[in-house]
């Protein structure tokens, strides 16, 4: 009798067992069918997207023609070649800039002399905003900066200076970008202006020798992705000077008092609708402003060019430019007004 108990345990044991093994084979195979068939669900989305391109990818055609006729021709091209195509592509991002960009205010300090000994003044003059976040990019690799342009304008940049935001103290204070996407384009959103004290006597001395005009770059950066600094009652208003600007600012007008610059130019870098309030009273003595955008690729060029004298700038704003942007009362949907 003990010896059946035990057979019967025994073939318990088994059948669980094996009813174990069964269940967990079929388990498996359900978590198995359960991710291939998200990742098909997936992939056939992507594939009906951009299926054209896969197709060219892989060497296949996406067309179909019927009855064809082998003297037509389907397809005309504007440009011989590549090189001319770019080449077509570069002037027309500098004639946009140069009939786009819109002079604000000048008091007869623009046009700039011919071989006029400039100062490039702020970080964003080695760092200039050449498109927005997103699909506003901009591959500015092949884009001349600010200091080369100026000098095929036939305009002398002061080297101290641009030194000092590129490679020396000033740079510490460059716009950044954060890792990952949104912590780049949320880190886009720094000004990044160095302080007016870590500007040594040397980089101010230099200034002076190149002070036919102090050129004053601020720049913000717009587009997708991502907001704008302000969106919490204690953050700044992004679109207004921070602190740093405005003694940037009143450091080169007292340099001006003092007679060691004779003309501030502003240059004003940015798709959004800037807060001017500072121009009002023009507390920091600026002789000329200068919307310019974006500027694209090669905009650059044209911007000096007209600094220079070289094109007349004939753009107007579409946008309203506040003293105060709070005057707005969408502002309070931005920003909690406390």
Not at 280 to 286: G, T, V
């Amino acid at each position: 009798m003990d010896e059946r108990k035990a057979e019967l345990k025994q073939l318990k044991k088994q059948c669980k067992k094996a009813k174990r093994k069964h269940v967990t084979l079929w388990k498996s195979l359900g978590i198995f069918f359960l991710v291939f068939a998200i990742i098909f669900s997936a992939a056939s989305v992507v594939v009906k997207m951009f299926d054209n391109t896969m197709a060219a990818m892989m060497g296949g055609k996406f067309w179909d023609v019927i009855n064809e006729d082998p003297n037509a021709q389907y397809f005309k091209q504007d440009f011989a070649s590549n090189e001319e195509r770019l080449d077509a592509g570069a002037k027309i991002c500098y004639q946009v800039e140069a009939e786009g960009a819109a002079l604000l205010m000048n008091n007869g300090a623009l046009p700039l002399a011919e071989g006029a000994k400039v100062s490039t003044l702020s970080t964003s003059s080695v760092n200039i905003v050449y498109g927005g976040t997103g699909s506003g990019n901009v591959d500015a690799s092949k884009a001349d900066n600010l200091k080369v342009a100026l000098e095929k304008s036939g305009l002398k940049v002061n080297p101290t200076l641009w030194d000092f935001y590129l490679t020396g103290e000033g740079a510490k204070y460059a716009r950044g970008y954060g890792e990952g996407e949104s912590a780049a384009l949320l880190g886009s959103f720094n000004i990044g202006e160095a302080p007016w004290s870590v500007y040594t006597q040397e980089v101010k001395d230099s200034i002076a020798e190149y002070g036919d005009a102090v050129i004053v770059t601020i720049s913000r950066i717009g587009g997708e992705g991502a907001d704008a600094k302000g969106a919490k009652a204690d953050e700044p208003n992004y679109l207004a000077l921070d602190q740093n600007e405005k003694d940037m600012l009143a450091g080169a007008a007292q340099l001006k008092k003092d007679g060691k610059v004779k003309s501030i130019v502003l240059l004003i870098n940015t798709s959004n609708a800037l807060q001017v309030e500072f121009l009002k009273n023009n507390e920091y003595e600026i002789d000329a402003v200068m919307w310019i955008g974006g500027v694209g690729a090669y905009g650059t060029n044209a911007v000096t060019d007209i600094l220079a004298g070289k094109v007349n700038p004939s753009g107007s704003l579409v946008d309203t430019y506040c003293y105060d942007n709070f005057s707005s009362p969408a502002m309070k949907n931005f920003v909690p007004v406390t």
